[in-house]
């Protein structure tokens, strides 16, 4: 194996139940034009055959089953095509699914002890362009961004967004629209995490690893909230592409719209996004912030939701649970 350095990069790609995605996103990742020097893969114990794909395709020796702690396996392998070099592959084999916030801290942790400079972050249904990770880097050392994104655009349609900026209407969901923000290539104040998210080593340093008891929704955003209160330099490269499905956002007009939307959660899990919306809204924004969302959560599950008085308690107590941060353990996802 090579050794690490400040100017490396592991790749950390979290994946659970998706073997068919991962298969195309490992194969955007090894291929790129500045490939990383290592990719670990962070399996939130999956059971659709994952470890079988992964030793198929030569990237790790004999597959691992769940233990009571993760478990690691590396292998050198040649990178593929006319490229010169190899890549080291991480597979580590959560003991049960720790959620994509789990999965995150797990691959930080490991690549940030390894030595590694960068950690490039995303979810195995990504597929980062193939020379996404040489332009971040690139644009990086160019402006000193600290943490550096790519436009995330659909996997179907180039020319819209993944993931809306703003709600100021459907223009804002363009690719050009978001480009004509760029100063030097870069739209700062702008990121789509964890979706190849490029991190420096200081970032970490500084800030610390992802918040792992957020398990789902919510951990990216609050850990760009937190470089943002520490005044980390950041933005999305203009010139970087990564193809993410759109995600379909389920937004509920409150008061005919006149006091915004909230995002509504209706699965048996809706109670982690309430938790993880409370402990963003506690730790970095005023009171001002957080008695609006209450009170337009409040007129939803009245008036949206027909008098849902136990949706209503069931979102204040899980909201306030996040804002005093008090995380219980999460269920694992089906």
Sequence with gaps: MREEGRDNVAAVIVTYNRVDSLRDCLDAVLNQTRPAEAVYIIDNASTDGTPGYLV????IDKPLSPVETPAEKVKTIPLPGRKAGTVDVHYVRMHKNTGGAGGFYEGVKRSYEAGFGWVWLMDDDGIPAEDQLEELLDKSTRHSLLIAGPIVIDKDDEQILSFRHGDAGNVENRVDT???YAVNDVIYDCMFPFNGTLISREVIDRIGNIKKEMFIWGDE??????AESNNIRMGTVASAFHRHPARVANRAKVLFGLLGRVSVRTDPKAHIYYRNLGYQHGRYYDIRKRLKTMTKYTL???????FNIKGLVEFYRYYIDGATDRFALPPERE
């Excluded at 955003?221 to 937190?226: A, D, I, T």
């Excluded at 939803?300 to 027909?306: A, C, D, K, R």
């Design 178 to 180: 978001l480009r004509s």
């Design 221 to 226: 955003k609050e850990y760009v909230l937190r």
């Design 56 to 59: 198929d395709a030569g990237l």
């Design 300 to 306: 939803y599950f009245l008036i949206n939701s027909g």
